[in-house]
């Protein structure tokens, strides 16, 4: 092993205008060594990354790879240095398959004609091969998954000679499973000698692959550990500067009164596939029903059915009392359903639209907001300004466009919209993905408070951990169907994790869950820590 740190970065500094996004921060990584940089979201450890990546400057500060000074100003710089970043929002060309853009800024590139594109594709072919990382090289990225997009991302630094990798938020479009393959070709990659840079707000996963741990708060480092003298809740605490709780919080007894209920729906995904297929479940007033599984089975068509945006082609939906129709979403929001999408910038807000602008975005029809058609300006700045507040939106202003706020606050905003609603029942689609253990605190309070209100929550997410904390109840999802249903108190991740499957795992599931009762083991979990 070299002498020299792969990594040293001194005293650096970077400053966007007045706002100062790193300060005084030093950091050090070893040749062969996975290092997670952990932190809540804006604590500055993407900022640093970038610097190191050409992305960004520095403003003060010395950069040394492998003992020697480094001057980067350009990702060209960082490259030719083997520095390689792997971006939370990949960059790659939807058209051309997954080679092709590994070759694009080749001299020539894959116009040299097909015998050279196809040597390249076979070359790449085997260098993903040999890591772990087997994705198809030569079909369009288009038509890959999220998993696979990320893994052409991870090949492309290896093909183009990175040995230090740095890796932005990279489980936050992840299933739990992806996540796990991409642990394992993490280590290969550490084992062959590459240094990995891990940017990361998720413990389980920092304990789970990291060898060290620097810990960010405020643009500042706080602490830089070995895994194995810390534990999830030090980071935690380290992380936003006070203990945290990390345990199912207690709860009065779900309600009974039925809310919402679902018999036999039936509905088409995309190019006609069966998407629901007799789906069924209830929600009752003051409950809060987790669903279970892995992508791609439904959820999605299920919250958007239910919030008016996907048509169901047979089965009934019953709500507060009301047999549903086809409806409309206006029509959704007006029955009292609020929606927590899975892309909060896709379909949830408007990128571009103030913060003010956002929260008037399902109300501005209402007498509260405005009179004659007119909006109330003075009134809804008012009550926009008393919601920014109540949940913690930190902005400048509300006339900053939504684009401008980190994602933990887009999310709170989000909330912040939808809660001002009053809901009856509120749907949330994976609503802490790519969040901090802060932000995801705020969000889980939010959830139970209407939860104490008496709204149903409807809890669609992949988080196994996230389900087990908050839920009264877990549904399992597999082919559009709910195929086991636990309580609280006798869910667990193997049982639920076989269900998921859809395999013979779910009758041996089943079979467990009808033994005798004094067969039956306590669940150790109840009081178990959750991050």
Not at 65 to 93: C, W, Y
Not at 451 to 461: D, H, Q, T, Y
């Amino acid at each position: 092993m070299s002498a020299h740190p792969a990594v040293e970065m001194r005293k650096i500094v970077k400053r966007f205008g007045s706002v100062t996004a790193n300060d005084q921060v030093d950091f050090t990584a070893d040749r062969g060594e996975i290092h997670a940089l952990l932190g809540e979201n804006g604590a500055g450890k993407s900022t640093m990354m970038c610097m190191l990546s050409g992305v960004y400057r520095a403003t003060e500060g010395e950069i040394r790879i492998h003992g020697q000074t480094a001057r980067i100003r350009s990702p060209k710089e960082a490259a030719d240095l083997g520095i390689g970043m792997v971006f939370q929002n990949f960059r790659l060309v939807q058209t051309l398959t997954a080679a092709e853009n590994m070759v694009l800024g080749e001299k020539g590139g894959f116009w040299r004609g097909p015998g050279w594109m196809r040597r390249k594709t076979e070359e790449i072919a085997g260098l993903a091969e040999r890591y772990g990382l087997g994705c198809p090289v030569d079909r369009p990225v288009w038509q890959l998954s999220v998993g696979e997009q990320q893994r052409v991302e991870i090949v492309k630094t290896l093909y183009r000679g990175a040995d230090i990798i740095i890796l932005d938020e990279p489980t936050s479009v992840l299933t739990p499973g992806e996540a796990d393959q991409l642990f394992a070709t993490l280590r290969r990659m550490r084992a062959a000698g590459k240094t990995i840079l891990l940017t990361t707000h998720k413990m389980k996963e920092v304990m789970s692959v990291a060898d060290r741990i620097s810990v960010m708060r405020k643009g500042r480092m706080i602490a830089s550990l070995s895994r194995e003298e810390t534990d999830e809740r030090q980071l935690a605490q380290l992380m936003v500067g006070k203990e945290v709780v990390l345990r199912r919080q207690e709860r009065e007894p779900a309600g009974m009164e039925p809310l919402l209920a679902l018999r036999g729906l039936k509905a088409a995904g995309h190019g006609g596939r069966k998407a629901l297929d007799g789906l069924d479940l209830t929600v009752r007033k003051g409950e809060i029903v987790g669903i279970a599984g892995v992508a791609g089975n439904g959820q999605k068509e299920l919250a958007e059915v239910l919030n008016g945006l996907h048509p169901w082609t047979s089965g009934e939906i019953e709500f507060d009392g009301a047999i549903w129709k086809q409806a409309s979403a206006r029509e959704a929001i007006e029955s009292g359903i609020a929606h927590i999408p899975e892309n909060r910038m896709k379909s949830g807000l408007a990128g571009s639209l103030a913060i003010a602008d956002n929260l008037l975005a399902k109300s501005y029809r209402g007498p509260e907001r405005s009179r004659f058609g007119l909006l109330r300006g003075g009134a809804n700045r008012r009550w926009a300004q008393e919601l920014v507040e109540r949940f913690d939106v930190r902005t400048p202003s509300l006339d900053t466009p939504v684009r401008m706020l980190s994602g933990g606050n887009q999310q709170k905003l989000l909330f912040a919209r939808e809660i001002s609603l009053r809901p009856k029942l509120m749907v949330a689609v994976h609503p802490t993905q790519g969040l901090d253990v802060g932000a995801a605190d705020s969000v889980h309070r939010m959830l139970m408070e209407l939860r104490a209100s008496g709204s149903g929550v409807l809890l669609i997410s992949e988080d196994l951990d996230e389900i087990l904390q908050l839920s009264d109840r877990v549904l399992v999802v597999f082919g559009g169907r709910i195929i086991g249903e636990m309580a609280h108190d006798e869910a667990d991740r193997p049982r639920i994790g076989l269900l998921m499957t859809g395999s013979t795992g779910a009758e041996e599931a089943a079979a467990g869950r009808a033994q005798p009762a004094e067969q039956q083991q306590p669940d150790p979990s109840g009081e178990e820590a959750i991050v």
